[in-house]
């Protein structure tokens, strides 16, 4: 079988357009000013631009000795003054040199460093220069890295160790980031037990309230924890009531087209709901709406398809709305270790190692559980209507670039 | 020019092994029991071993019909009982079916699903199945994605969003975790100000304690800041005395053979240091060694170099110490998209991006500052006594691997 997807299902890419295009409409505009050391994880409201020149004056690139070039003519030159990095030099006297470290700034007057090892000094400590010498060799000059007034950092950066030390590098102490989005996390079902609870006939442990709810905090937002809605009508409708003031529901399991649903009854009884039917495997079934004007998606329960719906669809979602422009996990085309003969209706998503170079899928890619995710350290992704003998190449997508 | 290292360089393997080796000499051994919602970022102590059966039951895995497929002779059967997920069914009446939802538990006696689509019912709301069935469709079965007793988890586990919540599905409630490795996180220099500070002639403001504090944070260590050593020996070396109970003390700058390298001798007075001269770039000095016993790693001071060598070799030795046995980056052969014609003698580390699925190196590799590694994707690998041309293959390691 060859082609694309499925009639009357939606291509993933459409349905990431149609969440980035939502987010856009509902951008988390307050912000906040924030110390670096809180920043972490945050997203810069404005540009980052220099208000100095980075570094701030021609400093030397090595431990040696500063001179003006023209000075030296053969004849050794004496040592003038000793800068250490943190100094403030005095001018060059002429026809002389200075001892100079590592990132001290050069004095008025010095063009060029030479390094120590290549010098001799005399019986007098005057220095030989044993090697020919460059203008402005060994300057590093001032505003050669940035220069102030240049953006360094656009709006819509997450910040990360990187980010905060280039921050401080400009003296910057604070920055002005967006607000977190509030995310109300619930999962719904009788058959769903809090983990360090006792099993009862019919129960399960609920997985996804611990994932999403990790997830969501690496991704910088607030987490409202919803819990677990009963299969309970009124009870329902009263926990929806309840969440004020949040920027997202996140529910996995139960919004759909099932007759004990009752958390799509009582969503759609404030709000509208609609179901796309996605062309992936796992994850097909994702129902996105309002409620009370709040945005609401609702994720498949299934802990495999949680996991590749919200990645591939709720966090640049997500992002976005705190004004993330990258989005978009990095991918690397691998060869595929294995065999796929079977070309599918729907994308597939394996979870997947890289093993010798080539792309490893995990035996069992039930969506039942997180073990083949556990396993993995990527998302391979076998498009629609394709088979794959070893060697050809597919897309990888890391986990460490989703779980991020 | 072609082949190895220069002469009298270490080979980054070699300091990689080294450092794991001592790592390994001076585990943490103390351990302690976390939540999971505390338990991010944190190492297993134990193996994560299944004290349940994943699913805990047969269940089915759809909306449908349950029944035992030799009673369906091409006769309507009645539907005997409704099974919701979360509920206890009881056993199946024979020459009947269960009406049945997704994830709610098999009756005793029934042996396969139909999904609801393809069903007719008949005036008295009995069941025809209008397809073949096939036993155990749509049924899946217990302990088929994990069975009591087996490991899930190994010791040395990184608990991240996916391995809490399979501990979650498994009702771990809390998990025994190794203590977080105690790293102070010292700045050596005269020349540096905290941001936020007024800069004086020849000084800069210091970046690398913002990079160093939120990556460690990252890597689930807790961090001593122990400020900026000024270049004065008694006060360094009350600095030092003043550490008490770290596990690691972490330097930027100063442990060089400078002369004013204060914080090198301090050291050196109750302790031990040697200075490797590492076959990289940027990086090329790295210092390790005790004092009064406490693990020393000496990072060089140019941002760019405290990026690399703390991504390369304090990220894995760190991870080590806490038990984590896979502590290298995934990395991906990738295309080049540049040439590099001068082979060098290190191997260097360039900060680059893929664009359009090649390498892409910044214009501007200068150790001094982040902005390099602000505008990168990852660190391209260009082996020593190496040139490239475009589509050359060349490792890629996504920052995302080494922040992480």
């Known amino acids: 079988m060859s082609g694309g997807a499925q009639p009357g299902l939606m291509p993933l890419e459409q349905a990431q357009q149609r969440l980035l295009s939502l987010a856009e409409s509902s951008l988390i505009t307050e912000t906040e000013c924030v110390a670096l050391a809180e920043a972490d994880g945050r997203v810069l409201a404005a540009p980052l631009v220099a208000t100095l020149d980075l570094p701030p004056w021609d400093n030397s690139a090595m431990d040696g000795y500063a001179l003006r070039l023209a000075d030296w003519q053969g004849v050794a030159l004496p040592v003038s003054q000793r800068i250490l990095a943190g100094s403030a030099p005095q001018p060059l006297e002429p026809g002389s040199c200075a001892r100079i470290f590592t990132g001290a700034p050069m004095p008025a007057g010095a063009d060029t ?132 003031g949040v920027d997202l529901i996140l529910s996995t399991g139960g919004v759909s087209v099932g007759e004990a649903d009752f958390l799509g009854i009582a969503l759609r009884e404030a709000g509208e709901l609609t179901l796309w039917k996605l062309a992936i495997k796992p994850g097909k079934p994702l129902t996105f709406g309002h409620y009370q004007g709040v945005p609401v998606i609702g994720l498949p329960g299934n802990p495999a398809s949680t996991l590749v719906t919200f990645g591939l669809l709720a966090r640049p979602y997500l992002l976005r709305r705190m004004g993330v422009q990258r989005v978009e996990p990095l991918a690397f085309e691998m060869p595929a270790g294995f065999i796929w003969s079977k070309a599918g209706q729907r994308r597939e998503y394996l979870r997947a190692r890289i093993e010798q170079g080539c792309v490893v899928p995990y035996a069992n890619q039930s969506s039942g559980v997180l073990r083949s995710a556990a396993w993995a350290e990527g998302l391979a992704e076998v498009l629609e209507g394709r088979t794959l003998a070893e060697g050809d190449r597919l897309r990888f997508i890391p986990l460490s670039e989703l779980l991020g």
């Open 113 to 244: 460093v030479e390094m120590q090892e290549n010098v001799e000094l005399d019986a007098y400590g005057r220095v030989l220069f044993r090697q020919a010498l460059r203008p402005r060799q060994n300057v590093r000059a001032r505003g050669q890295e940035t220069q102030v007034g240049e953006c360094v950092l656009p709006a819509g950066t997450r910040l990360g160790p990187i980010e905060l030390g280039l921050a401080a590098s400009l003296g910057v102490a604070t920055v002005e980031v967006r607000r977190a989005v509030r995310v109300a996390v619930l999962s719904t079902g009788d058959e769903l037990v809090e983990p360090g609870q006792p099993l009862e006939a019919g129960q399960i442990y609920n997985s996804n309230r611990r994932l999403l709810i990790s997830w969501l905090q690496r991704l910088g937002c607030e987490v409202v924890d919803g819990g677990i809605l009963s299969d309970d009508f009124p009870r329902t409708r009263e926990a929806l009531a309840a969440l004020q």
